[in-house]
């Protein structure tokens, strides 16, 4: 790619990025974040809240379906609605417990980094070798060069 070797330009899980700073800069504030964001999702458990959620929405259904005696198609069919209401239940119960701020607090405050542009294939190969980082992120943001 024509921009491959721009000093403003790095590749980072995958996909190409542009940024005002440098590359070493944004990769090193970028690995800070994604570092922040993995320890912070292992003390997060909202997809437990939603599976617990989840099933028993699930039970809830076969057991008034049950009850009410009525036949079992209905309520069998039922069940993908009773699944979504108690995920949906079990994600809100979850935010109300869940820290305010979004991060457990024994942790610091979320890193924050430079202003990053994904950098769309097309750009990455067509982008003349002299271009500027502004250039870059504009041709980024409407999807083409020119």
């Given at each position: 790619?024509?921009?491959?070797?721009?000093?403003?330009?790095?590749?980072?899980?995958?996909?190409?990025?542009?940024?005002?700073?440098?590359?070493?800069?944004?990769?090193?504030?970028?690995?800070t974040?994604?570092?922040?964001?993995?320890?912070?999702?292992?003390?997060?458990?909202?997809w437990?809240?939603?599976?617990?959620?989840?099933?028993?929405?699930v039970?809830?259904?076969?057991?008034?379906?049950?009850a009410?005696?009525?036949?079992?198609?209905?309520?069998?069919?039922?069940?993908?609605?009773?699944?979504?209401?108690?995920?949906?239940?079990g994600?809100?119960?979850?935010?109300?417990?869940?820290?305010?701020?979004?991060?457990?607090?024994?942790?610091?405050?979320?890193?924050?980094?430079?202003?990053?542009?994904?950098?769309?294939?097309?750009?990455?190969?067509?982008?003349?070798?002299?271009?500027?980082?502004?250039?870059?992120?504009?041709?980024s943001?409407?999807?083409?060069?020119?």
């Amino acid at each position: 790619m024509a921009i491959d070797n721009h000093p403003n330009v790095f590749r980072f899980e995958g996909h190409t990025w542009v940024s005002m700073a440098d590359r070493d800069n944004a990769i090193a504030q970028l690995r800070t974040q994604r570092a922040w964001d993995a320890s912070n999702a292992k003390l997060q458990r909202w997809w437990i809240a939603i599976a617990i959620g989840a099933v028993a929405g699930v039970a809830i259904t076969l057991a008034l379906g049950t009850a009410a005696q009525l036949d079992p198609t209905v309520y069998l069919l039922s069940l993908p609605f009773g699944f979504g209401v108690g995920a949906i239940a079990g994600a809100l119960i979850n935010k109300r417990f869940a820290a305010p701020e979004g991060h457990h607090a024994s942790l610091p405050a979320r890193p924050t980094t430079v202003a990053l542009t994904k950098v769309p294939p097309r750009v990455a190969r067509e982008a003349p070798l002299g271009a500027s980082a502004e250039e870059i992120i504009e041709w980024s943001n409407r999807g083409f060069v020119g």
